[in-house]
């Protein structure tokens, strides 16, 4: 592999800024992306280069844009994006992107990814290698009654929480029945495109 000369890194605020100063420690220039809404943010003032992303009154869609940070990336050289977490961290397009792009994602490979970014996948490979788990549901929970019967069957209180998604998005802890179906509504809603839902003891 080639050094990594030049760094952008797809995020904001500390996050940003503590992925900027390693960078920088190593001897790495920087780029930074910000919105409008962070034209003041310190993580702008912290790179060596930064660019503003998306439109005035987009504060934090941007930092979603694939295409818009590989074409930021591609403009100014950048050999390698570290995507800090949260945002596109666990977007395997993203990763994949990166790679077509012939741009060095700071992460796991897309393959691995795949692999472990859905958690109910995630813990079939825990389990094929002889980790420990805490009990969950078995079978998909496709509606709130399902829901039900399974924490009914494990024991309250439960986690309710997205099979995709991460950033503790879709996750409620629930106490009582009265409260699962209301809850689980709420968790399928925020956690974009994670249909399947499971639960933890």
């Given amino acids: 592999m080639n050094k990594i000369k030049k760094l952008l890194v797809a995020n904001r605020g500390e996050i940003a800024i503590r992925c900027l100063r390693a960078a920088s420690e190593l001897e790495i220039k920087t780029v930074a992306v910000y919105t409008y809404e962070d034209r003041y943010s310190l993580h702008r003032y912290k790179a060596d280069e930064a660019y503003q992303i998306g439109h005035d009154n987009d504060p934090l869609k941007p930092y979603l844009d694939i295409e818009e940070i590989i074409r930021i990336a591609k403009k100014y050289e950048v050999d390698a994006i570290h995507p800090g977490y949260g945002f596109l961290s666990e977007n395997v397009n993203f990763n994949k992107r990166c790679r077509e792009a012939g741009i060095v ?8 990814m795949n692999m472990l970014g859905d958690k109910v996948a995630a813990k079939k490979i ?11 549901s078995k079978i998909s929970l496709t509606d709130s009654s399902v ?8 024991g309250l209180p439960v986690i309710l929480k997205a099979a995709a998604g991460g950033g503790g998005r879709g996750m409620r802890v ?19 495109n994670a249909l399947a839902m499971t639960l933890f003891y």
């Fill in 147 to 154: 829901a039900l019967s399974e924490a009914q069957r494990i």
């Fill in 174 to 192: 629930i106490r009582n029945e009265e409260d699962l179906e209301k809850s689980f509504t709420e968790a399928k809603r925020e956690a974009a």
């Fill in 126 to 136: 825990a389990q094929a290698c002889s980790v420990p788990m805490i009990e969950d």
């Fill in 105 to 112: 994602f700071i992460g796991p490979s897309p393959e691995a």
